[in-house]
Nanobody
Framework: QVQLVESGGGSVQAGGSLRLSCAAS????????MGWFRQAPGKQRERVAS??????LYADSVKGRFTITRDTTRNALYLQMDNLRPEDTAMYYC???????????????RGQGTQVTVST
């Protein structure tokens, strides 16, 4: 089993930055793919970014503004979010699995989320 706990969310003005963290505990060695997802009110949960053995993928809406990294020595996943926009407001979740998946619910391990609010 792997437990995931997100932190680092908060409120920020447009143009600001936040760094999300996801602390993993348990059998993290079985998870070669980790990702960040988000869900805004009234919208579907969408993948923001994923990292799989060092290879990264980003949603078009965050390319050039967000950076996903993974520190295997600390069993942690990060999402550096710069130049935030009001449309980035959402609950952000991390997820992990042995192999990247298309949707959040297909990931084997899933966190409870951290709220990000971006104001104008």
């Amino acid at each position: 089993q792997v437990q995931l706990v997100e932190s680092g969310g908060g409120s920020v003005q447009a143009g600001g930055s936040l760094r999300l963290s996801c602390a993993a505990s348990g059998r993290v060695g079985s998870t070669d793919c980790m990702g960040w997802f988000r869900q805004a009110p009234g919208k579907q949960r969408e993948r923001v970014a994923s990292i799989d053995n060092g290879r990264t993928l980003y949603a078009d809406s965050v390319k050039g503004r967000f950076t996903i990294t993974r520190d295997t020595t600390r069993n942690a996943l990060y999402l550096q979010m710069d130049n935030l926009r009001p449309e980035d407001t959402a609950m952000y979740y991390c997820a992990a699995a042995n192999g990247c998946r298309s949707t959040f619910w297909e990931y084997t391990y899933r966190g409870q989320g951290t709220q990000v609010t971006v104001s104008t």
